[in-house]
């Protein structure tokens, strides 16, 4: 099974910054995207940046240009990367980490998801 663990979520200032990471296992060859989402209380989850196998990345509008997404790409246990800068209160949100194996943007479908990092600016 797919297992993802988030971690690095926590209190900052606006106009810090801050990085999560989101490490997988039991991965196999078919997972073709891994995306982080947040979502805040009473509010639709929102997608705000994913990359596919062929390092191919996509961003929210709302994060665009502040936070970065990337992965060490290892084999079956890789880990996810969102570097966040210039955190502003809207930022606030629970942040998790999901993978999918069909097209990767932040309309697929995703099959597999952490439990949540929590970031508070």
């Known amino acids: 099974d797919v297992q993802l663990v988030e971690s690095g979520g926590g209190s900052v200032q606006a106009g810090g910054s801050l990085t999560l990471s989101c490490q997988a296992s039991g991965l196999t060859s078919s997972v073709n995207c891994l995306a982080w989402f947040r979502q805040v209380p009473g509010q639709e989850r929102e997608g705000i940046a994913s990359i596919g196998k062929d390092g191919k990345t996509t961003y929210a509008d709302s994060v665009r240009g502040r936070f970065t997404i990337s992965s060490d790409n290892a084999e079956d246990t890789p880990t996810l990367y969102l570097q966040m800068s210039c955190l502003k209160v809207d930022d606030t949100a629970m942040y998790y980490c999901?993978?999918?194996?069909?097209?990767?943007?932040?309309?697929?479908?995703?099959?597999?998801w952490g439990q949540g990092t929590q970031v508070t600016v």
């Open positions: 999901a993978a999918g194996w069909g097209y990767c943007d932040l309309q697929a479908d995703f099959q597999a």
